[in-house]
């Protein structure tokens, strides 16, 4: 499951990923320059499978805007994150949002944080604006601790069920498909695989390109 992480600079994008794929955390600052990548596999109770994670964290400065974009495509989780301590990270979401929805199929799972809340009594960002920022648009949100840990596995976890659920609709709707269409039991296996569904929608997906364009 490709997962990217987005929002401005310094708001602990990289220190989120490290974390979830190592459980370490580093007190240290280090710019991401363009995109890095992680993977990290874990078993997501409500999926009752090994999800695989492919985690992209993404530069927040604008001068790198125009590189990163190219790797939100594919992507089938985001997370929005913004600073407790830095306002300028929380007005940006709004616009972090519209970025993602030009590069992004409009139904991926997305999810709001707000990491540093370990910071909250130097917030600059009320609770009530967190809460109405996430409701406005229509987000999922967390308030995080990356520190601490704090939230970081239920931060993945809840992507993973969504996406699963997402995929449980699909794989229904083609089941029923198939056998109405040729009176025949599917061959999907249950429970189904989401790296299996992924490799199938990819194959579909380069098989509409290609006959596209002959």
Sequence with gaps: MKVIVVGNGRV?????????AT??????????IGVAFTEKEKYIEECKQAVTFHLWDTAGQEEFAEMTKQYYR??????????????????????????????????????????KYDLRDKSVVTDEEADKLAADLGLKFYR???????????????????YYKQQETVIESVKARKA??????????????LAELEKRQEENRKKRKKECCT
């Design 74 to 115: 594919g992507a089938k989780g985001c997370v929005l994150a913004f600073s407790t301590t830095d306002r300028d990270s929380f007005e940006a979401i709004p616009t972090w949002n519209e970025k993602v929805k030009r590069e992004c199929d409009e139904n991926m799972c997305k999810i709001l944080i707000q990491n």
């Design 144 to 162: 995080s601790s990356v520190k601490n840990g704090d939230m970081v596995e239920d931060i993945f976890d809840y992507l993973a069920g969504q």
């Design 180 to 193: 109405e269409n040729k009176n025949e039991e599917p061959d999907f296996e249950s429970p189904f695989s």
């Design 23 to 32: 459980g370490k955390y580093d007190e240290g600052y280090k710019q991401t």
């Design 12 to 20: 602990g994008k990289t220190s989120l990923v490290r974390r979830f």
